[in-house]
Nanobody, 122 residues
Framework: QVRLVESGGGSVQAGGSLRLSCAVS????????MAWFRQAPGKEREGVAL????????LYSDSVKGRFTISQDNAKTTLYLQMNSLNTEDTGMYYCAAGYRWSWYEGHYNFWGQGTQVSVSS
């Protein structure tokens, strides 16, 4: 049974940093894509970073490129999102997701965590 559990969220001032973690258990070797999504209040959920577990190739949305870094540990049991230079527009619930397609479309992801809240104040 696949399980994703996020942690590391919190409150930070603009310009600060946070690192999110996602503990992954289950058939982790089968996934072709791991991702971080976020949902701001009143907005749709959006993808911010993808990583292909087998190669480490990553991709970022324009809104976070150059500020966020997605990575995984060697055992591929933990997914990370290092977030630097945070601004108020980064506020939202952050979710990790796992799936079998390299995609920004949330419908292509089969497994989701419960989310961790990030709040950035000015």
């Amino acid at each position: 049974q696949v399980r994703l559990v996020e942690s590391g969220g919190g409150s930070v001032q603009a310009g600060g940093s946070l690192r999110l973690s996602c503990a992954v258990s289950g058939a982790t070797s089968d996934f072709n894509c791991m991702a971080w999504f976020r949902q701001a209040p009143g907005k749709e959920r959006e993808g911010v970073a993808l990583i292909r577990p087998t190669s480490g190739i990553s991709l970022y949305s324009d809104s976070v490129k150059g500020r966020f870094t997605i990575s995984q540990d060697n055992a591929k049991t933990t997914l990370y999102l290092q977030m630097n230079s945070l601004n108020t527009e980064d506020t939202g619930m952050y979710y990790c997701a796992a799936g079998y397609r390299w995609s920004w479309y949330e419908g292509h992801y089969n497994f989701w965590g419960q989310g961790t809240q990030v709040s950035v104040s000015s």
